[in-house]
């Protein structure tokens, strides 16, 4: 919730108030006339004054003490009273002293006026309390000059206050006035400084939110072992962690020419993909653009977008963003995800996104390179079997190995085809059953589940030796080979005649073993060009 600035009369003022200051003003003075009063009064009890008197100042001390204990009564009626109060005394004065002693308590009453009320009331005090002063002085003095100058003089020493205090109750309420619209523009300042922070904190708080998403579907996706489980994790794992309304993963077809939906984490996808779902890469809406254009691409609102795919699968769609997954600038297929509302989508959005498609774009690139290395460890196994099988299906042919072991020695013989109490373990070889070896105990006693173990861990070991004797028996035999193909080519390149060349290669060629007999020819047709054929051995120099 945003905080805001209290206003001046909710906390008692954060700038100057002249209403205020004129109610502080009249509390101190109506305080301060009680305390001089009291003093005032006491001495004038012990005065030669008439009774009268007496009770008048008495009764006038009375009423002031309750303007000023009675705050719960108007501004108006307190100064009004105080200023009665006043002019009552300055009247008692003139009557009493004449015009030197009146003077001062109608001074005070005229700048008391002017602060307590405005400059313009303080001039129409002045004007009474002047005419007030002729009266009385055009009644009680002898001297009509006398009366004029100490009239003039009064109404120049009053004109000049009046004039003063409106200058400077004018300057008051232009303070007052630049303090509050400096306090309101500070105000309206601070406002839209608590909505900027407020604004950037939402901004970095969903940041982070979908920053930690993010790592959280990259750990996700780094532990799925196939494509297709990867995709799918990705699809609903975007959609629960960001609160979309649908998410699908788009791939390349082999043509390069089309996006297949692959994953998709909305009922509407999957009806999508069970149909095949796919669009034209740089033609059909914004997946197809993004594929094409390897860039991002937002709608804000579909409704205004041209290039948006209206899809009736997913009515609620009302904006939407498209990100191409991409690694080394190979484009491997789009991250497509919709949002039901409008405007669902910032540049934040935008930047977080795309590293979470990169992240994923290297998870399928991983995870594709992963089963290709597996299909082709798996058909070079089946490779490899297959030769195995075809190599010992060989060799077993050619001789059949079979040897026994009995209390009389070791022999080449077969066991009995049902020896009593024997247990048998294959030798089996990359899935191929080569042989087998069969133990058989003297007496009745039986063969344990780990004796059974010792002797299949002992057939595999032999497996795995005869056919490493097998290989280098392979070995041995192609560099016979190999060197006795060096050796003929090197006494072939003694010879400069072509047919002593011809006889040489006869003759080196049936001194092979099991070689019975050699022909070597030249030309297009055997038949018309009889063969060089090799002496016997005997007759070979």
């Not at 010879?495 to 290669?505: E, G, H, K, M, R």
């Amino acid at each position: 919730m945003r905080n805001t600035i209290p206003s001046p009369r909710s906390t008692g003022g954060e700038f100057f108030s002249y209403e205020q200051w004129r109610e502080r003003f009249l509390k101190v003075v109506l305080q301060g006339s009680c305390i001089l009063g009291f003093a005032a009064i006491a001495l004038y009890l012990f005065t030669p004054a008439s009774s009268l008197y007496k009770i008048l100042a008495i009764a006038t001390y009375g009423v002031l003490v309750l303007v000023t204990l009675f705050t719960s009564l108007s501004y108006n009626i307190r100064a009004s009273v105080f200023l009665f109060l006043l002019f009552f005394a300055g009247l008692s004065s003139l009557f009493d002293y004449g015009i030197a002693d009146a003077s001062i308590l109608f001074i005070g009453f005229i700048v008391m006026t002017g602060l307590l009320f405005s400059p313009r009331v303080g001039m129409y005090s002045t004007i009474a309390v002047t005419v007030l002063i002729l009266l009385v002085f055009g009644w009680t003095s002898t001297s009509l000059a006398d009366s004029a100058r100490l009239t003039g003089i009064l109404l120049i020493v009053v004109t000049i206050i009046a004039i003063g205090l409106h200058t400077f109750q004018d300057e008051f309420i232009k303070t007052q006035r630049a303090a509050r619209q400096t306090l309101d523009a500070l105000r309206e300042e601070r406002a839209t400084l608590e909505e900027r922070v407020e604004e950037r904190t939402v901004g970095l708080t969903r940041k982070t939110e979908h920053l930690r998403a993010t790592s959280y579907i990259a750990r996700k996706t780094a532990e799925a072992q196939d494509l297709a489980t990867l995709l799918d994790t990705v699809a609903h794992l975007v959609t629960d962690q960001f609160g979309f309304y649908h998410t699908g993963v788009f791939l390349i077809n082999e043509a390069g020419n089309r996006v297949v939906l692959q994953a998709a984490s909305s009922e509407g996808g999957q009806r999508m993909i069970e149909r095949g779902h796919s669009l034209t890469i740089g033609m059909q809406g914004i997946v197809g653009y993004v594929a094409a254009q390897k860039k991002p691409r937002i709608a804000l609102d579909v409704g205004t977008d041209a290039v948006f795919f209206n899809n009736p699968d997913l009515p609620l769609t009302r904006s939407e963003v498209a990100l191409p997954l991409l690694v080394h600038n190979k484009i491997l297929g789009v991250l497509d995800i919709q949002s039901d509302r409008p405007q669902a989508f910032s540049m934040d959005d935008i930047d977080v996104l795309q590293t979470l498609s990169d992240q994923i774009a290297i998870a399928i690139e991983n995870a594709r390179l992963l089963d290709e290395t597996q299909a082709a460890i798996m058909q070079l196994e089946a490779l490899t079997s297959i030769r195995t099988h075809e190599a010992w299906t060989q060799k077993l042919r050619e001789q059949e190995r079979v040897f026994t072991y009995t209390p009389l020695g070791l022999r080449s013989e077969k066991l009995p085809k049902n020896p009593n109490n024997a247990i048998r373990a294959p030798i089996v070889l990359r899935g191929r059953k080569i042989g087998n070896i069969s133990i058989a105990r003297t007496g009745d006693g039986k063969w344990s589940r780990l004796d059974e173990r010792v002797l299949e861990e002992v057939a595999n070991q032999v497996g795995l030796a005869v056919d490493n004797i097998r290989l280098l028996e392979e070995a041995t035999h192609r560099a016979r080979q190999e060197q006795t193909v060096g050796k003929l080519a090197a006494r072939f390149s003694q010879s400069l005649d072509l047919d002593t060349l011809l006889q040489t290669a006869t003759r080196e060629l049936g001194q092979l073993p099991d070689v019975a007999e050699v022909a070597v020819f030249i030309g297009q047709d055997n038949k018309q060009i009889s063969p060089l054929k090799q002496q016997p051995k005997s007759d070979e120099i």
